[in-house]
Structures are given as structure tokens and as C-alpha cells.
């Protein structure tokens, strides 16, 4: 078993001519901005949390943080998980098989994001995604806790180290705005999980929900079953354009400049009181 392919953006010899010469997005600078915006948030709500970026959706702010902690003493740890199953079918997430359950169990093995690593870790656990109504990381909760049943973990000690970081639309605040939060029968299963949101301008949310290139395939059970850390397949056009983008994001967070703003950012929120917050901030501006 191997992990789903990803082209790794820190080894820029390897990408060759897969690069285009100029990576542009469609909302430039905007995006750019409201996604430091979003990320310093995400990172102060996580806390002291390791960061788990759910599929292809978020992958913009894994690359963007990427750069912007390589070389960071203390910065959290980031994981891109491949995974994609907002629907668990009528017949429930068992009837996914056998061998696709354990193809799927062995990925996170080797990401370090099984049951037992994620009980054991010094630190906790935060999943990042968007969310619309949940069923994606329902799906993924309840699959790690198939996983804990299955390699006998205990799992209210796997479940009292997960944090959960909803990206949402930003919405006016009001007693009758939809929270997907309060609409979730499955909260059950890890009630000492902290939930939490951050907001992005509702056309940055759909357009990079929807519309922007992505860098991999999705990664959905079909393939659980039949992963190839190596690529038989050229990558698109689209892939190109977006492989280019995360090298872009990648590289400006490794800069001094984007350092001293996201350091910025992070600083004027309330989270500054907690020692994990002031820490990277201080080493962010070294």
C-alpha cells in the first residue's frame, strides 16, 4: 500500500516543466488576503492542535501554511488527507467492504492519523474542512472510529484529542443564520471534541469550493483499494495551472514579508492569550 499521489512542492527539481512560468487566480490578491485572514484564524483556533487539511478543497491553505512554518520551531504539524465521501450510502460505511476499509485504514497508518497515533500523540488532533452540512467529516469521524474498533484502541481516548475547524461562508450574524454545528445527530461520538468556524467572503468559499484547479484527483473509495504513490497519468492542464498556484502559495509563505503578516493577523486575534498563540508569533517574527 501506497499514499494517493501528490506532487511534493518542497522539491521543486522533481516538478521539472510541470510549472507553468506564470500561476495566476482569478481573484488574486483578494483571495490572497482573505486566505492569510482565514488561515491565521484556523491555526489560533486549532491552538497547540497538529492541522488535518480533508481533501482537495483546503489544499490551498496546507501549501500556503506549508511555506509559512518551514523552518518554524514549534509550529504545528500539517497532514493533507485524500479523502472524499460526503454520502456514506444507504447501507452504511460497513458496506464499503473489506478490502476498501483497510486500504483506507492503511493510509492514515502511514500518515500517522490511525486511532493509536492519534490516542498517543503529544498533542492534539484538528480536522479542517469546508463544511456545507457535515456528512464529510461525519463520514471521516466515523471511519476513524471503525478503525479504533477494529484495531481494539480505546476510542474515547482517540476522540477526547479531536478538534473540528469548519470553514464556512461568512454569513451576517443573527438568530436565525443556518449552523451546520447545531444540525449534527453524530456529535455523540466525540463530545469532548471543541467545534469550531471560520469564515471567508462567500465568493472566496465557493470559488475555491468549486471552481479552482485542484492539484489531485478525488480521492474517493473506488481507489481506496488500488492506491499508486506513483503518477501513470500526465497531469491536466487544470493540474498544471494548479500545481503552479500551490508552488506560489508555498514560496510567498516562506517569505519574510508574508511571515510578518500572517504574524500580524494572528496577533489582533483573541486567541493571543493562549501560550501556543504568543509562542509562533514570536518565532514567526525572528
Partial sequence: MTKPFRWNIKKREQLGRLVVDAPEDRLGTDLIASLRIASSRVVAQASDAALVFIGRTPENFFDYLSGIFDGIDRAPRLHLLQFSLRFGGQHGLQSLGHTKLKGFFDYLLAEGLDPDSIATSP????????????????????????????????????????????????????????????????????????????????????????????????????????????????????????????????????????????????????????????????????
Fill in 123 to 286: 498533542s492534539p488532533l484538528a480536522l479542517v474542512d469546508f463544511i456545507a452540512e457535515g456528512g464529510t467529516m461525519e463520514n471521516l469521524v466515523r471511519l476513524l472510529k471503525l478503525n479504533a474498533e477494529r484495531d481494539s484502541v480505546d476510542w474515547n481516548a482517540v476522540q477526547r484529542r479531536l478538534r473540528i475547524v469548519g470553514l464556512r461562508e461568512r454569513t451576517k450574524n443573527s438568530p436565525n443564520t443556518w449552523r451546520w454545528e447545531q444540525h449534527q445527530d453524530w456529535f455523540d461520538l466525540i463530545p469532548n471534541a471543541r467545534i469550531s468556524n471560520v469564515s471567508m467572503p462567500r465568493e472566496h468559499v465557493f470559488y475555491i469550493a468549486n471552481y479552482q484547479p485542484k492539484v489531485t484527483d478525488s480521492h474517493q473509495p473506488v481507489y481506496w483499494d488500488r492506491f499508486d504513490s506513483k503518477r501513470s497519468q500526465p497531469p491536466t492542464d487544470d493540474q498544471r495551472q494548479a500545481l503552479s498556484f500551490a508552488l506560489y502559495l508555498y514560496d510567498l509563505g516562506r517569505s519574510r514579508e508574508e511571515r510578518k503578516r500572517f504574524a500580524e493577523s494572528m496577533a489582533k486575534l483573541p486567541q493571543m492569550r493562549q501560550a501556543a498563540t504568543r509562542a509562533l508569533v514570536v518565532a514567526l517574527n525572528r
